[in-house]
């Protein structure tokens, strides 16, 4: 069974304190791996696709890497508006497989 | 603004009762995929659709059913609600069956007291 774990739960962090976010999965043939933005009361909202071990992506303050266990989300001199909860999800190669989410990083950035 | 549409936003019912969540793809989209949120479970995928045709089902409780209509809206009907049924249902939508960059709705809130 495809799983995603994210650490920590929680974050909390002083704007301009970078950061990483963590997640770890496994999956039978990974096709990709995906990151998104929740805000509160707000769907989730793509952030990036990585396909292979290696890959680097990057936003603004974001920048999403991976191996071929985990993907880290690095977030570099952050400011408040970057306070949401980050979720990871994982696809499988095999067939037409939906998005498997971790349960997320809630990170609060205090000015 | 995704371009998604859910209705109703919030919902407030009875455990015992029925209800149907509503949902209008993007403009192009073709596939429709539901999802739950709660607190404990994160995003759980319940179903997704392509051109009015199941796709691929999750755990999707057999009280609860989907389908997407020929104008490609999409609706999910929860019956003999339960109070553990609580929680956000989110709709996304992409252009192609299957993929991974997801457009999500701002979701519906249900509350079954």
């Known amino acids: 069974e495809d799983q995603v774990t994210q650490s920590p739960e929680a974050l909390r962090l002083q704007e301009g304190e970078s950061s990483s976010l963590n997640c770890s999965y496994t999956v039978s043939g990974l096709r990709g791996l995906f990151w998104y933005r929740q805000d509160p009361g707000k769907g989730p909202e793509f952030l990036f696709t990585?396909?292979?071990a290696g890959e680097e992506k990057e936003k603004e303050r974001l920048k999403a890497t991976l191996t071929k266990k985990e993907s880290f989300l690095h977030i570099t001199a952050p400011k408040p508006e970057d306070s949401a909860t980050y979720l990871c999800a994982v696809q499988a190669r095999s067939g037409n497989t939906p998005l498997v989410f971790g349960k997320g990083t809630r990170l609060s950035v205090i000015a | 603004d995704s371009g998604v549409t859910q209705t109703p936003k919030h919902l407030i019912t009875a455990t015992g009762q029925r209800v149907t969540l509503r949902c209008s793809p993007r403009?192009?989209?073709?596939?429709v995929y539901w999802y739950q949120q709660s607190l404990d479970q994160g995003l759980q995928f319940l179903i997704q659709y392509y051109n009015g045709e199941e796709r691929a089902k999750g755990n999707i409780l057999e009280r609860f059913s989907a389908q997407q209509f020929p104008d490609l809206h999409s609706e999910l009907n929860l019956s003999s609600l339960e109070l553990g049924d609580s929680a956000l249902y989110f709709c996304?939508?992409?252009?192609?069956?299957?993929?991974?960059?997801?457009?999500f709705g701002e979701g519906s809130r249900l509350t079954v007291l």
């Open positions: 996304a939508s992409s252009v192609v069956a299957g993929s991974g960059e997801l457009f």
């Open positions: 403009s192009g989209d073709l596939s």
């Open positions: 990585l396909y292979s």
